[in-house]
């Protein structure tokens, strides 16, 4: 290295950012408290924000200098944002971080040490929800999904399935990434890019550990039922545009595009076989846009707000799914102009 020319940090940490002023400088600072024997570079990319986000994040200090700023002066989606930031950076290993997530310590550490004794592998790292003052039975119902999510990573520790790769908490060696192709940027909406790039990156022979040593605590700030289920049907219209894209039936079957995972009845548990038989029946077009009607959807709601009162909370919880897999299936079949 010559006189004046600037080391390459060991890992770039690449946060993807839309109107995130309130939550980034929480997720900064834990980055700053962060304990690692190799230098570390902090990437913003700010998607198109109109609260002060690029100001925030440009304002920052960690202990290995300022944190980089880059900017979409119009919104593309997560998928572009992760994109320019990685083009921009200079670390051969690239942890990316959701601006919601707060690093606890050794996380970083736990993710140089993984790359440097697995070469050529990608990671996800731990992101349990935040501890809430009080949770109320949906808080509840996310505590239990993430419970379930963590129980299938462990057991696929050291190969983790595509479908459940999700890149708020991840890290991969950039030639990696690169060698897939990066994020899908034509994906502007919510939902399925870090699963698109994981089919990518895994049917290239890439392995994905599960990390639990490096853990982010997850801020969530989903909003309740309301913003699950509106994601749950933008999530519908990318499945749609990524079903015409990727004919391959293991993929269609995890979008549920086709006809869909056995039914096993009597073998699994009778809530998941219910769930089987729900989406065989949302496939069947009649019966899918009675249940999204305002009649229908409004039953199954109700259904939901009468098992909350009652503090059936099983019951609730299985309303869940259902209502946000009728959304999910009304934009994957049905949304206009998709």
């Avoid at 950076?89 to 310590?105: E, F, G, K």
């Avoid at 929800?129 to 999510?149: I, M, V």
């Avoid at 994906?187 to 890019?193: P, S």
């Avoid at 089919?199 to 699950?228: C, E, F, S, Y």
């Amino acid at each position: 290295m010559s006189d004046g020319e600037e080391a390459a940090p060991g890992l770039s940490v690449v946060i993807p950012c839309k109107d995130g002023a309130a939550r980034l400088p929480q997720t900064l600072r834990a980055i700053g408290d962060q304990e690692v024997p190799a230098a570390i570079e902090v990437v913003v990319a700010d998607d198109g924000s109109k609260d002060g986000t690029r100001e925030i994040a440009a304002a920052a200090r960690t202990p290995w200098g300022p944190v980089r700023v880059v900017r979409h002066e119009a919104p593309r989606g997560r998928g572009a944002a992760c994109n320019t930031a990685i083009a921009v950076s200079r670390a051969p290993v690239i942890v990316i971080l959701d601006d919601d997530m707060t690093l606890q310590p050794g996380a970083l550490e736990a993710h140089r040490a993984f790359h440097a004794a697995h070469p050529g592998a990608a990671a996800l790292g731990r992101i349990p929800l935040a501890p809430a003052a009080r949770l109320d039975c949906y808080g509840r119902f996310l505590e239990r999904e993430e419970a379930h999510r963590e129980r299938t990573l462990a057991a696929h520790a050291a190969g983790v399935p595509f479908r459940y790769c999700l890149t708020g908490h991840f890290s991969a060696p950039r030639a990696t990434l690169e060698a897939a192709g990066g994020f899908d940027a034509s994906i502007t909406r919510y939902g399925f890019e870090d699963i698109d790039l994981a089919w990518r990156m895994t049917r290239r022979g890439t392995k994905i550990h599960w990390l639990p040593a490096a853990v982010a605590q997850h801020r969530n700030d989903a909003g309740g039922l309301d913003r699950m289920l509106e994601r749950h049907r933008e999530a519908g219209l990318v499945a749609r545009q990524l079903a015409a894209r990727h004919p391959e039936e293991e993929f269609r079957q995890f979008l549920r595009a086709g006809e869909g995972a056995p039914l096993e009845l009597g073998r699994i548990p009778a809530a998941l076989s219910a769930l089987r038989l729900l989406h065989r029946a949302l496939q069947v077009a009649p019966l899918r846009r009675l249940a999204a009607s305002g009649p229908g959807f409004g039953l199954v709601r109700g259904a939901i707000g009468l098992a909350e009162a009652a503090g059936a909370e099983r019951l609730a919880h299985f309303g869940y799914h259902v209502a946000r897999d009728i959304r999910y299936f009304e934009a994957l079949f049905d949304a206009p102009g998709a």
